[in-house]
């Protein structure tokens, strides 16, 4: 168990939706990262927030955004979803602004698109 | 964009047998990791080498590095079943802050 919690396992949505992933860093980390994985495009950066500031940007669409709560809960918002936003999406947490140290993932969220 | 790739892409072997996986990446790097995924669950951090550091161990893994080449490669000894996975390596990425993944070796271990 890497300390990190990903709520929901999975999520099953229409075309157009809007959902809300949530995610809890390990305690006492207070960078967040966010991840997208899927067949064609691998392993995707998002977004970094570090302490509730956003830090770094990655591949992130302009449909999707997100925010860290003052308790260092993170939640990604995906809006006018496609087909192609189906993916497994990671949070992972470091400490401080590591992120060129260890990061640790949660279990991931499993966005189903129909 | 991919910035460092693993190769092969699938290798398949058996138990007590050695398994090499090889990355490569572009950009100059501090640091690469290696992690490990097993079947859709979140990665799990294996070793980290630094760019002024040739080889590490971890238990049965042994990780390389040659920044003259851009490359790195993982070795895991005596291979287990429960080696099976999707093994990837990470590079930090200066220009996006962040930990840029290559596109995972699937590795198979044969009982």
């Known amino acids: 168990d890497s300390g990190v919690t990903q709520t929901p396992k999975h999520l099953i949505t229409a075309t157009g939706q809007r959902v809300t992933l949530r995610c809890s860093p390990r305690?006492?980390?207070?960078?967040v990262y966010w991840y997208q994985q899927s067949l064609d495009q691998g392993l995707q950066f998002l977004i970094q927030y570090y302490n509730g500031e956003e830090r770094a940007k990655g591949n992130i669409l302009e449909r999707f955004s997100a925010q860290q709560f003052p308790d260092l809960h993170s939640e990604l918002n995906l809006s006018s979803l496609e087909l192609g936003d189906s993916a497994l999406y990671f949070c992972?947490?470091?400490?401080?602004?590591?992120?060129?140290?260890?990061?640790?993932f949660g279990s991931g969220t499993q966005l189903s698109v129909l | 964009s991919q910035q460092g790739e693993e190769d092969p892409q699938a290798l398949s072997i058996q138990e007590g047998e050695n398994a090499t996986m090889n990355c490569s990446y572009k950009?100059?790097?501090?640091?690469l990791q290696w992690y490990r995924q097993n079947s859709g669950r979140g990665l799990v951090h294996l070793i980290l080498?630094?760019?002024?550091?040739r080889e590490k161990h971890s238990g049965r893994l042994r990780v390389t590095l040659d920044t003259s080449k851009k490359s790195s490669s993982l070795l895991i000894t005596a291979s287990r079943a429960a080696d099976t996975a999707s093994y990837f390596c990470a590079t930090d990425d200066t220009g996006r802050r962040a930990l840029t993944f290559g596109s995972g070796t699937r590795l198979q271990v044969q009982p």
């Open positions: 080498i630094r760019s002024n550091e």
């Open positions: 950009t100059s790097i501090n640091n």
């Open positions: 992972a947490s470091s400490v401080e602004q590591g992120w060129q140290e260890k990061l640790f």
């Open positions: 305690s006492g980390d207070l960078s």
